[in-house]
């Protein structure tokens, strides 16, 4: 018997049969067509870029209001996110199912836990996206005046 479950026509790789039996332990069966290809990698990678320059535009709105003092914030948020990170990779290599918090709250905890944990996701993300949204705000039309939405109070002058 071979390693790998039969691949169906037209899929480039085999699934080891290893993910299937993980899969079937926790009740799924395999459907998910394991493939990346180039647009899907440029937006993968672009999304991380995004988050990146929201960082990186947030670190310049916490500098100028909290000065040099905020830059010894970082080691700490690091340092935290780090261990975040440690337990997300425990759970994961327990649990591998696709869907993350929700799915490992599912597995271990009750099923209000599940849903609250994949709503605070989803309030978790949407909050993200806000707040690099008003980076982007403060911080692009400094660079171009291109970047500014509304016009300037100036061009209101003859009101």
């Known amino acids: ?5 039969e691949t169906p026509p ?14 079937a332990r926790f009740g799924y069966k395999q459907e998910l067509h394991r493939s990346l290809g ?39 948020v ?7 990170a440690l337990c997300f990779a425990e759970m994961s290599g327990q649990y591998p199912l696709a869907g993350s918090v929700y ?3 599912k597995q271990i905890a009750r ?3 599940s849903w609250l944990a994949g709503w605070i996701m989803i309030i ?3 909050v993200t996206i806000a707040a690099v949204a008003v980076a982007y705000q403060v911080i692009l039309p400094q660079i171009s005046t291109a970047f500014e939405i509304a016009a300037p109070a100036a061009t209101f002058a003859w009101w």
Not at 78 to 84: E, H, I, K, L, P
């Open 1 to 5: 018997m071979s390693d790998f479950a």
């Open 10 to 23: 037209g899929v480039a790789t085999a699934v080891p049969l290893t993910d299937i039996n993980d899969l």
């Open 38 to 76: 180039s647009f899907s990698s440029f937006a993968a990678g672009f999304s991380y870029l995004s988050i990146l320059t929201g960082v990186f535009e947030l670190f310049a709105f916490g500098f100028g209001f909290g000065g040099p003092a905020f830059f010894w914030t970082w080691p700490l």
């Open 78 to 84: 690091f340092v935290g996110q780090f261990a975040v």
């Open 103 to 105: 799915q490992w709250s």
């Open 111 to 113: 099923s209000l836990t």
């Open 124 to 126: 978790g993300a949407i």
